[in-house]
């Protein structure tokens, strides 16, 4: 699967790049996303590790930043996680480049279905073009207005220096009830 969705954001880019690079920041503008937390030391680098929880389904699963190139690149990758009757392995990246004062934002997914979802790739493909543009203009609103890192915290589950890992969607739901996938981040098939 290959899936792609384009923003501006009128903010200058290191500010955009060190919000995406701090994965626990998804579940404030993807909605599929139970919460997300680093599992390992440090301020967010090349390696860097997170896990993560889907809202609906049981789907878990981790993934790190296999690129992170400061305030231009940052791509993720992990493992096939458990999700419905097939696995999902998620995969993409973030390119951001300089568009007038603000930051164009590119976010491209390309996560790997396994087993049953293999054959609903079409269907989830066009849910998630759906939902990644509702994502970058929540990401955009969220970034514009200055309310990053403001999102509720999953039950027992602070981030250092008080960080909080986001929130769900106001209903607890994804927008469309499609099946539940693992993909992160940035990811919401609706």
Do not use: C, I
Request: hydrophobic fraction near 30%.
């Amino acid at each position: 699967m290959h899936v792609e969705a384009e923003t501006t954001v009128e903010r200058p880019r290191p500010e955009v790049f060190d919000y995406l690079a701090r994965a626990e920041h998804l579940p404030e503008y993807v909605t599929q996303f139970d919460w997300v937390r680093q599992t390992s030391e440090g301020a967010p680098a090349l390696g860097t590790a997170y896990s993560y929880k889907m809202s609906r389904g049981p789907a878990e699963g981790t993934f790190e930043w296999t690129e992170f190139e400061p305030h231009s690149k940052l791509a993720w990758h992990g493992p096939p996680a458990k999700a419905g009757g097939g696995s999902m392995e998620p995969a993409g990246w973030w390119e951001l480049s300089d568009e007038g004062s603000g930051t164009h934002v590119k976010l491209v997914m390309t996560p790997t279905p396994g087993g049953l979802l293999k054959l609903m790739a079409p269907f989830m493909s066009r849910g998630m073009r759906k939902g990644n543009a509702e994502a970058l203009e929540r990401l955009k609103q969220r970034l514009e207005s200055g309310r990053q890192g403001q999102g509720t915290p999953a039950p027992g589950a602070q981030q250092p220096g008080g960080q909080s890992p986001g929130a769900q969607a106001p209903d607890g739901q994804p927008p469309d009830g499609q099946p539940a996938d693992a993909q992160a981040p940035g990811t919401e098939a609706s």
